[in-house]
């Protein structure tokens, strides 16, 4: 499956995502890329294996639990479209 310049439009503007004209091949190329290593993995012969054989190879790799800097309200301000007493202000999504 390869994805075109109107099924990424399509997509985008159902996510309501802005793609400039520039960015379209961009994103085609991203796009196809990723659905073309989903449909490798599809390919994989995996029969012979066994399902514990699957999970019981896995670790978890979770960070360390480790205090980091974090974002200031004014960074957040900064790049919020809309700032108003502290908190980033958002359309109404649900009508009441």
Known sequence: MKMNKKELLEIAN???LKIGEGEISSFLEDFNSIVSYVDSVKELNVTDMDMDEIYLNHENSLRLDEVQNTLTRDSI??????FENGYIVVPRVIET
């Open 14 to 16: 159902l996510a309501k």
């Open 77 to 82: 301000s900064s790049f919020a479209p809309k």
